[in-house]
């Protein structure tokens, strides 16, 4: 079992950065590959992205592309998600996520553990 806690959120400005971590507890850490979604009000979760277990590949939503680096260091059980030229549109509650899979999911039911979730509020 992976427990997953998030952090960074927060209130920015159009154009601004924020960085989003996610540490998971356990020895198997690296056994997950991870996932970040967002969920904003009245709207269903989407994915983001994902990393696979070594970090060696990375898949992100078309939304994101370009604007969003997902990242992981194994050795501090962490998972980040880098955000950049963000929007308003991207204001939402961001969580990340463990899957099982080699190759992770983009289908949020697929993963297996979720942390609590951190907000990120876009100003325009």
């Known amino acids: 079992q992976v427990q997953l806690v998030e952090s960074g959120g927060g209130l920015v400005q159009t154009g601004g950065s924020l960085r989003l971590s996610c540490v998971g507890s356990g020895r198997t850490f690296s056994s997950y590959a991870m996932g970040w979604f967002r969920q904003a009000p009245g709207k269903e979760r989407e994915f983001v992205g994902a990393?696979?277990?070594?970090?060696?590949?990375?898949y992100y939503a078309d939304s994101v592309k370009g604007r969003f680096t997902i990242s992981r260091d194994n050795a501090r059980n962490t998972v980040y998600l880098q955000m950049n030229s963000l929007k308003p549109d991207d204001t939402a509650v961001y969580y990340c996520a463990a899957d099982q899979r080699y190759i992770p999911s983009a289908v949020s039911a697929e993963y297996d553990y979720w942390g609590q979730g951190t907000q990120v509020t876009v100003s325009s």
């Open positions: 990393i696979t277990r070594n970090g060696g590949t990375t």
